[in-house]
């Protein structure tokens, strides 16, 4: 009889299949990176590249959204003395650009041309400098929105007011004071400067897409997205019809240059003789009174038949009196008949 197959036991093949005691240990070891990483990804930074078309769109929108505040407020005051809104512009332009800083930008929120860009400012001395071009970062802190509004809104009023009151104590004259004329110079190097430093952005921005202005870089306020979801909408239909009225516009200013006024005015010179044949009838009447002259002038050089009363009140009334038959300038008068 057979003996028996022996089985091995079950502590045998338990001790042989078994990890080792610290291979739980290792493995954590091994993720603890990775699962540090999947719960800090919410702190890294988002790379997306700021649209410089955008920032060029927002601030023409505020432009724009400046100038349809300042049309309304004229409206309002169309019926007070003429001139007097003139006078007060560099206050009414200050007056409207504070209130768009102190309903946007002083509470944390953008601009409206800002708003329709989905671009809002952001604190570059506070944001994490991690490499890439992320969102984050906070808004514009208290000094910065203060200065902010003294450079745009203060800066721009001071130096409106400055240009208007050196040309009307008319500074840039010789005659003037040594003084005045100094500070003519002054101004007008002033002016070169910012504008030289203006063209000098301009570069740096088209370059990096960091600051559109010199206040922007001063204060390190740049503008950022404010949702990385939201995609720029183009409308092709208005932009069709705005490349086709500037072709149009682009066009005219090349051909009405080089068109003949005096050719213009032949061509439609035998319209205008058959209008009046027909409306005045008989070319024997004065086309004035429409009845036969009692003493017949005749206007030079196109030698058309007057009363002399009709004519000549005509030609004492304005100095450029044109024919009623003909429509060419009157330059003399001459008694019908007459040598």
């Known amino acids: 009889m057979a003996d028996p197959e022996t089985l091995p036991s079950p502590s045998a093949s338990t001790d042989s299949s078994s990890p080792p005691p610290d291979a739980w240990a290792a493995e954590y070891r091994r993720l603890l990176p990775q699962w540090e990483s999947m719960r800090d990804s919410s702190k890294i930074a988002i790379p ?14 505020d432009v724009e959204m400046s100038a349809m505040l300042k049309e309304q407020l ?8 003429p001139g007097l809104l003139f006078q007060y512009e560099p206050e009414l332009d200050a007056f409207l650009e504070f209130l768009i800083w102190r309903f946007s930008i002083w509470v944390d929120k953008p601009t409206p041309g800002n708003a329709l860009m ?4 952001r604190d570059e001395r506070a944001a994490p400098i991690t490499g890439k071009e992320g969102l984050e970062g906070p808004g514009l802190s208290v000094s910065q929105k203060v200065l902010y509004c003294i450079s745009t809104v203060g800066g721009q009023y001071i130096w409106s007011r400055l240009q208007s009151f050196s040309a009307f104590r008319r500074w840039g004259d010789s005659e003037q004071r040594p003084l005045a004329r100094r500070a003519w110079g002054l101004v007008q190097h002033a002016e070169g400067l910012y504008r030289a430093s203006s063209f000098f952005n301009l570069l740096l921005f088209l370059y990096g ?26 409308s092709f239909e208005y932009m069709n019809r705005q490349l086709v009225w500037n072709e149009f516009s682009e066009m005219l200013l090349l051909l009405l240059p080089l068109l003949n006024s005096s050719s213009v005015k032949k061509f439609l010179l035998p319209f205008s003789k058959d209008k009046s044949a027909s409306s005045s009838g008989d070319e ?49 008068i001459q008694r019908q008949g007459s040598s």
Request: proline share 5%; charged share 20%; aromatic share 10%.
């Open 118 to 121: 989905n671009l809002r400012y």
């Open 48 to 61: 997306i590249s700021i649209s410089r078309v955008n920032q060029f769109d927002a601030a023409r929108l």
């Open 209 to 234: 897409a960091r600051y559109k202005t010199i206040v922007e870089r001063i204060l390190k306020a740049r503008l950022v997205y404010e949702n990385p979801n939201m995609n720029r909408a183009v």
């Open 74 to 81: 004229v409206k309002v005051f169309s019926l007070v003395k």
């Open 284 to 332: 024997a009447d004065c086309p004035i009174c429409r009845s036969s002259p009692s003493i017949p002038f005749v206007a030079l050089p196109c030698q058309h038949r007057y009363c002399y009363y009709c004519l000549q009140t005509r030609c004492a009334a304005t100095s450029s009196y044109r024919c009623a038959r003909c429509n060419e300038i009157v330059v003399a």
